[in-house]
C-alpha cells in the first residue's frame, strides 16, 4: 500500500521562496516517477514537476520553468518542490503524485498518476 503525505506549504511574499516535500510510505519508491502538480482556486489541476524513477531526468510546465526546482531522494523516500521567485500566480494547492509505469520516462498527463497526497496549500501574497 502506498501513502503521499506533503508537508511545506504555508504564505510566502512574492518574489520569495518556499520549499514543499512529499513522503513516500511504501514499498518500491525507486521504481515510481514522482511529480507536483497544483491546483488553484476555481481552476483546474496542472502539471508543475515531473522527475524520473532515478532522478536523471526532470521536466517542468513553462510556467514555473526556471524558477522551480524538483528533486528526489530514494534513500529516504521523498520529493521536493523548491520554488523560487514565487508569484501570486503561484498560489495552490500543491499535490504529490507517483506513477509505477514500467518506462524509462515519466509522464505529465495526471490521469496516468496511481497515487495521489491529500495536498499542501501554498499562498503568495502581493
Known amino acids: 500500500q502506498v501513502s503521499l503525505v506533503e508537508s511545506g506549504g504555508g504564505v510566502v511574499q512574492a518574489g520569495g521562496s518556499l520549499s514543499v516535500s512529499c513522503t513516500f510510505s511504501?514499498?518500491?519508491?525507486?521504481?515510481?516517477?514522482m511529480a507536483w502538480f497544483r491546483q488553484a482556486s476555481g481552476k483546474e489541476r496542472e502539471f508543475v514537476a515531473a522527475?524520473?524513477?532515478?532522478?536523471?531526468?526532470?521536466g517542468y510546465a513553462d510556467a514555473v520553468t526556471g524558477r522551480f526546482t524538483v528533486s528526489r531522494d530514494n534513500s529516504k523516500n521523498t520529493v521536493t518542490l523548491q520554488m523560487n521567485s514565487l508569484e501570486p500566480e503561484d498560489t495552490a494547492v500543491y499535490y504529490c503524485?507517483?506513477?509505477?509505469?514500467?518506462?524509462?520516462?515519466?509522464?505529465?498527463?495526471?490521469?496516468?498518476?496511481?497515487?495521489w497526497g491529500q495536498g499542501t496549500q501554498v499562498t503568495v501574497s502581493s
Open positions: 511504501g514499498s518500491g519508491f525507486s521504481r515510481f516517477h
Open positions: 522527475i524520473s524513477m532515478s532522478g536523471s531526468r526532470t
Open positions: 503524485a507517483a506513477d509505477f509505469n514500467g518506462n524509462d520516462d515519466f509522464t505529465r498527463l495526471e490521469y496516468l498518476y496511481d497515487y
